[in-house]
């Protein structure tokens, strides 16, 4: 089993939609919970950071972290063409290595 | 400025080829990596150096080396280049702790 599953989709949605991304992790170490968005032919960039359990929001995205559950979420609200990209969780526990998740390709048809 | 830059951005070579690839941040941080994207999207660590230390090295063969002349540059020789080496790879660098990391834009290796 590894130790961050993420659906690697597609996900396809219509733009306006509400846009939920998801990853599960089995390791309870994990603190430092991330997100990044990687568009066609280029690199990760970092989308949100979140420590420990609760929400983050910046602007139309939200995170979501449930470490009872361990479970971790991005929302997009109000999606645009423009987010359409493969999105990768990823986390770190004590030992700062960065385990990353599968990564989901979202698709927001217009 | 660019924070992370590796290039070449495209490389086609035939297969049993040597080449690098280069890797520079200007960010200050004090670790760096090699990660490799297959077509499937999952990111594999490669390498890691800490201030000019290798401090991870997964299961790679060892055609693979990595050199960090300072800490701010890490590269990357392939030597005997095979087909199941065509991938894209991506060089990132991140400060010691729990924050993220900023990654190239990747280089697009072809190996035919």
């Known amino acids: 089993q590894k130790e961050v599953e993420q659906d690697p989709g597609p996900l396809s949605v219509p733009e306006g939609a509400i846009v939920s991304l998801n990853c599960t992790y089995s390791?309870?170490?994990?603190?430092?919970f991330m997100w990044y968005r990687q568009y066609s032919r280029k690199g990760p960039e970092l989308l949100m950071y979140?420590?420990s359990s609760g929400n983050k929001e910046d602007g139309r995205f939200t995170a979501q972290v449930d470490k009872s559950s361990k479970y971790i979420s991005l929302f997009i609200r109000d999606s645009q063409p423009s987010d359409s990209a493969t999105y990768l969780c990823a986390m770190k526990g004590s030992n700062y290595q960065l385990i990353w998740g599968a990564g989901t390709k979202l698709i927001i048809k217009p | 400025d660019t924070a992370v830059s590796q290039t070449p951005k495209y490389l086609v070579t035939q297969m049993g080829n040597d080449k690098s690839i280069k890797c520079e941040q200007n960010?200050?941080?004090?670790?760096m990596y090699w990660y490799k994207q297959d077509s499937k999207k999952f990111l594999k660590i490669m390498f890691s150096y800490n201030n000019k230390e290798l401090i991870i090295n997964e299961t790679v063969p060892n055609r693979f080396s990595p050199k960090s002349p300072d800490k701010a540059h890490l590269n990357l020789h392939i030597n005997s280049l095979e087909l199941g080496d065509s991938a894209v790879y991506f060089c990132?660098?991140?400060?010691?702790?729990?924050?993220?990391?900023?990654f190239g834009s990747g280089t697009r290796l072809t190996v035919v």
């Open positions: 979140t420590y």
């Open positions: 990132a660098s991140s400060q010691t702790g729990p924050g993220g990391y900023t």
């Open positions: 390791n309870s170490a994990f603190q430092y």
């Open positions: 960010l200050g941080h004090d670790t």
